[in-house]
Nanobody, 131 residues
Framework: QVQLVESGGGLGQAGDSLRLSCAAS???????????LGWCRQAPGQEREFVAA??????????YYADSVKGRFTISRDNAKLTLYLQMNNLEFEDTAVYYC???????????????????WGQGTQVTVSS
């Protein structure tokens, strides 16, 4: 099993930058490379939506982004620190939401672009952007 804890959320203005972190842990967890890691968000009164994901296949690393954040957000991970990051630049009011870190085994069923496909979730961290 994997435990995920987000941090770094806060209040910002439109155009600001913010960096979210997600610390992963588990009794048998030694690497993030066998997991698809993602960020999803949920705004008040809305469904949880996919934001970004990162996966590794062999020596290649792949990243995926929702259209709404392409060019502004960057997902990355530090395998040595067992930490996932989401660098958010040029924040917009519409980015306001609770952001969740998520993970799923790379070999499991489902696609990275659907929140329901992830098996492990953090508690969420609030990001609020004023216009």
């Amino acid at each position: 099993q994997v435990q995920l804890v987000e941090s770094g959320g806060g209040l910002g203005q439109a155009g600001d930058s913010l960096r979210l972190s997600c610390a992963a842990s588990g009794r048998t967890l030694s690497t993030l490379s066998t997991y698809v890691l993602g960020w999803c968000r949920q705004a008040p009164g809305q469904e949880r939506e996919f934001v970004a994901a990162i996966s590794r296949v062999g020596y290649n690393t792949y990243t995926y982004y929702a259209d709404s954040v392409k060019g502004r957000f960057t997902i990355s991970r530090d395998n040595a620190k067992l930490t996932l990051y989401l660098q958010m630049n040029n924040l917009e009011f519409e980015d306001t939401a609770v952001y969740y870190c998520a993970a799923k085994p790379s070999v499991s069923s489902g696609t990275y672009s659907y929140p329901a496909s992830y098996d492990y979730w953090g508690q969420g961290t609030q990001v609020t952007v004023s216009s």
